[in-house]
């Protein structure tokens, strides 16, 4: 029996997925629209804003319906990861899935830590895990790898906007364990004994296209030894953060009948770093058509045209003329 108190009309807005580890993002797509479909909704366009490895958990932002226009911006969008690194064993893999690949004994002193993460801060080169999704002449990179061919992937330039240790120790104690590390006589007392690490728990800020497993080998080879990734959690993907996220129980219940009011978040969520520019409803209607708006005071610049508070479109302005970027077909407040 159909429920004739749902919408008649597709969904717009955002889901917030906490995703457990173990399901892929495709997969969290699928979940949502199955559950949209069992609790009686209106078929609704569904895309996700940010691949999430299986192993990994965490933010997983679920475009609806005209946020599905957005879905490219939030790929764009930097994240913030928590991730353990293993110290001992490097696999094929760079996480737990792999077959070990290398190993090493030595374990960094913990207070070595916080000395070398300056150095994987700000813009850096980076060299993609052979398993990843990239394209290598047309063929998936971990494709390539599963079928036992030698993989070569390119370096290419990520930013790492912070990289922190919680619980890090003083300056002082950190440097003269990393001159300890390095060879270098210890100024202060070699003869202390040095809490070695097995493992350590990281918190990065990242731009596009940085790979945690790459930044997690490159960590643990720079402290003398080698490591994997044993945990992942993306706790923000651009504007969004685990506080809004929802998990699969919760997403589950909406397919037997909860209400989606306070777990939908609206379209202009993943739009919060935009300015609202508001239009009359000829300079909207203008908007709805493609065509380009004149006049107006405002500098130059992205923003997000509204008519009474109802996003209308994406619009670039640019000398006094906004041009259309991308246009949203969601109905006006008087509907």
Not at 154 to 163: D, G, P
Not at 201 to 223: E, M, N, P
């Given at each position: 029996m159909t429920d004739t108190s749902r919408p008649k009309r597709p969904l717009s807005g955002w889901l917030i997925l906490d995703k457990p580890r173990g399901l892929g993002s495709t997969q969290a797509v699928g979940a949502v629209k199955r559950n949209l479909r069992e609790g009686s909704y209106a078929k609704t366009k569904v895309g996700h804003g940010g691949t999430l490895d299986p192993l990994a958990e965490g933010v997983l932002p679920i475009a609806l319906g005209e946020a599905t226009k957005l879905a490219g911006r939030m790929l764009d969008a930097s994240k913030i990861y928590e991730f353990t690194i293993q110290f001992g064993e490097e696999t094929s893999t760079l996480d737990t899935e792999g077959e070990v690949t290398q190993t090493s004994s030595h374990r960094p002193p913990m207070a070595a830590i916080p000395a070398v993460l300056e150095y994987f801060t700000g813009s850096i080169e980076q060299v993609p895990p052979a398993y990843s999704a990239l394209m290598i002449d047309g063929k998936r990179a971990y494709d390539r790898a599963r079928a036992g061919e030698q993989v070569e992937m390119?370096?290419?330039?990520?930013?790492?906007?912070?990289?922190t240790f919680p619980g890090a120790l003083v300056d002082e104690e950190a440097q003269s364990a990393f001159a300890t590390t390095k060879g270098r006589p210890d100024p202060y007392d070699p003869a202390a004994p040095l809490e070695l690490a097995d493992s350590v728990?990281?918190?990065?800020?990242?731009?596009?296209?940085?790979?945690?497993?790459?930044?997690?080998?490159?960590?643990?080879?720079?402290?003398g030894t080698v490591g994997h990734v044993t945990y992942l959690r993306r706790t923000r993907a651009g504007p969004f953060t685990e506080s809004q996220a929802i998990s699969l129980d919760s997403l589950n219940e909406i397919g037997k009948g909860a209400g989606l009011q306070d777990r939908i978040l609206p379209l202009e969520a993943g739009l919060d770093d935009i300015p609202a520019l508001s239009l009359n409803p000829e300079s909207a209607q203008a908007a709805r058509q493609g065509r380009i708006i004149s006049g107006l005071p405002q500098p130059d610049g992205l923003y997000c045209a509204t008519l009474g508070g109802v996003p209308v479109a994406l619009v670039e302005l640019d000398g006094g003329s906004a041009k259309v970027v991308r246009g949203f077909n969601l109905p006006d407040v008087a509907e």
């Open positions: 390119k370096t290419r330039e990520v930013t790492i906007h912070s990289l728990t990281l918190v990065a800020h990242v731009s596009k296209g940085t790979y945690i497993r790459s930044l997690a080998r490159d960590i643990a080879r720079a402290l």
